[in-house]
Nanobody, 117 residues
Framework: QVQVAESGGGSVQAGRSLSLTCEVS????????IAWFRQAPGKEREFVAD????????NYGDSVKGRFTISRASGKNTVNLRMNNLRPEDSANYYC??????????WGRGTLVTVSP
């Protein structure tokens, strides 16, 4: 069984920072990709950032580049998303996804981030 769990959501004022954590457990391949997506009410799901193990490659969505940083301790299956200079438009449910790179993916239940003006 693979489990994906997000934590760290909350409410902050614009300009502040918040960190989210995604913990993955279970039978996981050494090479995998952990990604963050977000979805605001009435909007489509949006890619935020991802990190691929082994290669240490990272990618970011255009709307968060330069403000958000994704990181993972070497060999660990815990990913942090540091969100700086938050804006009201960053408000959304943030979801973590484990991509096993074999066509299978596992999603967490999400954590809510609310940014007030």
């Amino acid at each position: 069984q693979v489990q994906v769990a997000e934590s760290g959501g909350g409410s902050v004022q614009a300009g502040r920072s918040l960190s989210l954590t995604c913990e993955v457990s279970g039978r996981i391949f050494t090479k995998n990709r952990i990604a963050w997506f977000r979805q605001a009410p009435g909007k489509e799901r949006e890619f935020v950032a991802d990190h691929t193990s082994v290669t240490e490659a990272t990618n970011y969505g255009d709307s968060v580049k330069g403000r958000f940083t994704i990181s993972r301790a070497s060999g660990k299956n815990t990913v942090n998303l540091r969100m700086n200079n938050l804006r009201p438009e960053d408000s959304a449910n943030y979801y973590c996804m484990l991509d096993l790179l074999n066509g299978m993916a596992h999603w967490g239940r999400g954590t809510l981030v609310t940014v007030s003006p």
